[in-house]
């Protein structure tokens, strides 16, 4: 299939960057989608122009290392797919693609179609540790833990941190990855001894990378390969509440 | 310290805006109820508005608490709103809504015009500006055989022209769009939502809002009418 890509191009972090188009022609439709950007990559390399520099690392799908709007969409479209696991039989000969960044404050360009994600590192950061005792292995069922909860706390865990929920949120807002990442700790007991304080560090630390608000619009769970719920949004929120309620995160550090 | 986790974290200003908005809400369900009374005859609608009228005590306090609950509300969407602008410096050049629905992606203009419509509102019926019914009556010269604020004939007076019957239904539909979007989500910001419940609460939100516009708009649409004429 022949197909016409209109790709951002941007050459480091302070060049303006623009559309530009290119032709991908003998493309097989059983192709993954960073496939035939590599077979238009070697055509640029052999007619000596820079290639597109794009994100990929396992292109399995597990990673969330590929960050692609495609069409208008994060990821393309395909439900619980990321871009390295969009196949090119989901798109017809003939078919004009766009295919952007992420677009955020937080996730800055620093090439093409390459964002700097760091602004998540720092979220996961500031979540801080969870307490495991050292010494023997602790026996099975020492600590029980029904299996509802577990499962949520699993589903909660899929999130591979891709992004692709900033990029498809109308104000580019973190909320659904750091929902998943207070909730699947919260859910557990191990993780429930600092949950107050990793929830408030949590959220500030989005606030102060410049991720926007939630406006439960659904967008994100949308688009996310992992298909995270929004309900762990509610979650984030109940959990922030309590936490602020609480206050136990202060009354610790006043030592009372 | 409190304050701030609340006043200054993204969260914070969502539960404010939740909170103010279910208030809010409150109040638009309690002012249906009573203003329906007007389908019972003027003795109903004018007894109640001499009730209320009458006990400052219960007026002025849900003033004022309207005020608060409108001047936080407006607060917290323009401080959100000027966040959300700022995380996204570069739009995409092409962009396709996905699963957000046109009351989400829109709550900043029905909120917004909703509020132009509570000053007319205001104007109209609580300050009773002549000049704002298009009918050159003054309303607060209306009273009924019991020497009361004649309620009902002020109402069907003030719905009778077509032009400002068209205002209100316009901000009946934008209220009603504004919460079928707000309802649903002051559970979510809150936290209040989860997944047993989830769909249930979106599905409701949506009906309840509906319901709010046809009750609203049955008073004019009744005026207009001649379903209710002057008594
Ligand atoms: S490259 Fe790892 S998820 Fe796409």
């Known amino acids: ?256 | 310290m409190i304050l701030t986790r609340i006043f200054h974290s993204s969260l914070g200003k969502k539960y404010i805006m939740a909170i103010t908005g279910g208030a809010m809400f409150l109040f638009v369900v309690a002012h249906l109820l009573g203003n329906l009374q007007i389908f019972l005859g003027p003795e109903a609608i004018n007894r109640y508005g001499h009730f209320l009228q009458s006990n400052m005590e219960i007026v002025w306090p849900a003033r004022i608490g309207l005020l608060i609950m409108i001047g936080l509300h407006i607060w917290s969407a323009i401080s959100l709103a000027a966040e959300n602008k700022a995380a996204r410096p570069i739009a995409y050049v092409n962009t396709k809504t996905v699963a957000a629905s046109y009351a989400s992606r829109t709550m900043m203009m029905s909120g917004l015009i909703i509020f132009a419509f509570i000053l007319y509102h205001l104007l109209h019926y609580t300050v009773q500006a002549p000049v704002v019914n298009l009918k050159h009556v003054d309303f607060r010269t209306l009273h009924d055989p019991e020497h009361r604020h004649d309620v009902y004939n002020m109402m069907i007076i003030g719905f009778s022209h077509p032009a400002v019957c068209a205002i209100y239904l316009i901000g009946m539909a934008l209220l009603c769009l504004h919460l079928s979007h707000g309802v649903n989500s002051m559970f979510q910001s809150l936290g209040w939502r989860k997944k047993t419940y989830g769909e249930c609460l979106s599905k409701a939100a949506r009906v309840i809002a509906a319901l709010i516009f046809v009750g609203y708009a049955s008073i004019p649409i009744a005026v207009i009418t001649r379903f209710l004429v002057q008594k």
């Open chain 1, 1 to 256: 299939m022949n197909l016409t890509l209109k790709v951002w191009r941007q050459k480091n972090a302070t060049d303006a960057g623009a559309m530009v188009t290119y032709k991908a022609d003998n493309i097989i439709p059983d192709m993954s989608f960073l496939e035939m950007l590599d077979v238009v990559n070697e055509d640029l390399l052999l007619r000596g122009e820079d290639p597109i520099a794009f994100d990929s690392d396992c292109r399995e799908g597990i990673c969330g290392t590929c960050s692609l709007v495609i069409d208008g969409i994060a990821h393309g479209g395909q439900r619980g797919t990321t871009a390295c696991q969009l196949h090119m039989r989901h798109f017809n000969d003939g078919d004009v693609i766009t295919i952007e960044p992420w677009r955020a404050k937080a996730f800055p360009v620093l090439k093409d179609l390459v964002t700097d994600r760091s602004s998540f590192d720092r979220i996961i950061q500031s979540g801080g540790f969870v307490s495991v005792n050292t010494g023997g292995t602790p026996d099975a069922n020492a600590l029980p833990i029904s299996k509802l909860d577990s499962d949520e706390s699993m589903d909660a865990a899929q999130c591979i941190g891709c992004g692709a929920c900033v990029a498809a949120c109308k104000n580019a807002s973190a909320m659904l990855f750091v929902s998943a990442k207070v909730s699947h700790l919260a859910l557990l007991p191990q993780g429930r001894a600092e949950a107050e304080t990793r929830v408030l560090n949590m959220v500030r630390t989005m606030d102060k990378e410049g991720f926007g608000n939630c406006t439960v619009t659904g967008s994100c769970e949308a688009v996310c390969p992992k298909e995270i719920s929004l309900d762990f949004i509610a979650k984030l929120n109940r959990e922030y509440g309590k936490a602020v309620l609480v206050n136990r995160a202060e009354r610790q550090n006043a030592g009372a």
